[in-house]
Structures are given as C-alpha cells and as structure tokens.
C-alpha cells in the first residue's frame, strides 16, 4: 500500500510538474519540496497559488490532505482543493476526487459523481494509467444501476473546465461574461 501511494505522488508530481508557467517561483519551490519529501515546507508554500486559483497547487495540497503528507488528514479539506482543481480540468483532481466520492471520504458518498470523474480522468490518462483509470471507473460502475449510469455518463460528457478567476481576472471575465465593461 506505502508503495502504491508513493509511486502515485511520483506520478502525480511529475504530471504537474510538467505545466508549470515561468512567474511561478513560489509554485515551483513548493512542487520541489513536495518531490524532496519536505511536505510541510510544500504545504506552506503551495497554499497561496492554490487559494489564488492555481490547480496545479490545489491538486498537490488535495493529495497531501488525502494522505496526511505535511498536513493533517484530512478528507473534508482534500475533497475542497480537489474539487477546486477538478472543475478547472486537472486530470489527477478529477481522479483523486472520483476516488473520495466513490468512498464517502470528505463528500458524501456518491457513486454518479465518482463514475463522472473517474471518466474524466481516465479520458485524459494514457498507457498504463488510462487502463488503470478505466478499471477503478467500472469497478464503481459495478455499484450504479442503468439509470445512474447513464447519469454520470451524461454529465461527463457535458461537463466543461471552468478557471477561477481572481482579481484583475475576475473583472475581466465578469466584463466578457456581461459583455459590458467600463473602458479603462
């Protein structure tokens, strides 16, 4: 079990680390002290750009709420940053949070919403980890009559990313969402 969750935060943080933007320094010295084991050092420094809407730090903080690395366990809290980086359209959220809902850890225990984020999540996996993906989706799939089924593949396949905005970004997608804005 200690192995699995360690290869999965290898993953995890590899996958992340992979799209960080160049202003980051803060992120990246946070996903650095996550991959050193400094989990501690990773929580505090990840909690700005996660709280700012970054869900490459809210996922990181969802794995670590998930299994008590740097921080208290803490389901509730995990199912917060993972749902905060799910919606944005972060594959290993999308994951982590399909695996909450499927257990009850943090959110109440709902096997329609499992089976849409493990969808999800499995839709942008590849190679071994989409096979994986796609097991843990069935598994639940298992538990779900036609109808719910049918539910959570419709609300897969309708479902859209949606950035958080903040500050000067908030106006500006409040200005393109009114189409109305003050000129500046």
């Known amino acids: 079990m200690r ?15 992979a799209n960080l933007p160049a202003h980051a320094d803060q992120l990246r010295d946070g996903l650095s002290a996550f991959k050193r084991h400094d ?3 990773a929580a505090a420094l990840l909690r700005s750009p996660a709280e700012n809407g970054d869900p490459r730090a809210q ?11 740097g921080v208290p366990q803490n389901y509730r809290e995990a199912a917060s940053w993972c749902l905060r ?4 359209g972060n594959s290993e959220s999308q994951y982590m949070l399909g695996l909450l809902y499927n257990k009850g850890h943090g959110v109440p225990e709902n096997f329609v919403e499992a089976h849409k984020w493990l969808n999800l999540a499995a839709t942008r996996a590849s190679g071994p980890k989409r ?11 298992t538990k779900m009559s036609p109808a719910q089924l049918a539910k959570a593949q419709a609300l897969a396949v309708a479902w859209r ?6 500050g000067s970004d908030l106006m500006a997608g409040q200005c393109a969402a009114n189409r109305k804005c003050l000129n500046r």
């Open 3 to 17: 192995r699995t969750t360690m290869l999965t935060g290898w993953i995890f943080l590899a996958v992340i680390a």
């Open 39 to 41: 989990y501690a050092r």
């Open 59 to 69: 996922a990181v903080l969802c794995f670590m709420h998930t299994y008590g690395r």
């Open 85 to 88: 980086a799910a919606n944005q």
């Open 131 to 141: 096979e994986f993906s796609y097991r843990i989706r069935d598994s639940v799939a």
């Open 161 to 166: 990313p949606v950035p958080e905005l903040h």
